[in-house]
């Protein structure tokens, strides 16, 4: 949400700034492959988290020092699509904080209508699944 909010220019074309526009440009590009990159660590948490710590940091990290991490790039363009949705307001946005895994169900319906990648149903049932047993052990 801060790359979308309070820091937009990180995600955002800047003038006269070439190294960073750069690296906007080649994420841009690449969004579909870093999108599959999100849903490829949604389904190793659920289904293999002990290999999760290399693609994790991966995602997370800006190991090539290109000035913002994959994985923050690619929220803060979504949070961007779903603020721009008429389908939610920027408060139910961010009450995401309160319950981050409806960022699936939300982000899907933003982009509904739209060129943009979605979750796939599979991931976001997978995700669904795996949170509603975390949550019942957790009441055991």
């Known amino acids: 949400m801060a790359n979308a909010f309070c820091s937009s220019e990180a995600i955002t074309r800047l003038e006269g700034a070439e190294r960073h526009d750069k690296m906007v440009q080649e ?16 389904e190793r948490i659920v289904d293999h988290p002990e290999r999760v710590p290399e693609l994790f940091s991966g995602f997370t990290m800006d190991k090539e020092n290109k000035g ?12 961007q699509m779903m603020d ?6 920027r408060e139910e946005i961010i009450s995401l904080v309160e319950d981050p895994f409806d960022f699936l169900r939300k982000y ?6 739209s060129n943009a990648r979605k979750f796939s149903k599979e991931v976001v049932e997978k995700v669904e ?3 509603e047993r975390a949550e019942m052990k957790e009441k055991l």
């Not at 721009?84 to 307001?89: A, C, R, T, V």
């Not at 899907?108 to 209508?113: H, I, S």
């Open 68 to 79: 913002i991490p994959l994985g923050h790039f690619l929220s803060g363009k979504m949070i």
């Open 84 to 89: 721009e949705s008429s389908s939610f307001s």
């Open 108 to 113: 899907n319906k933003a982009a509904e209508g």
């Open 129 to 131: 699944d795996f949170l």
């Open 27 to 42: 994420y841009q590009e690449k969004i579909d492959g870093i999108f599959y990159k999100l849903e490829e660590l949604l």
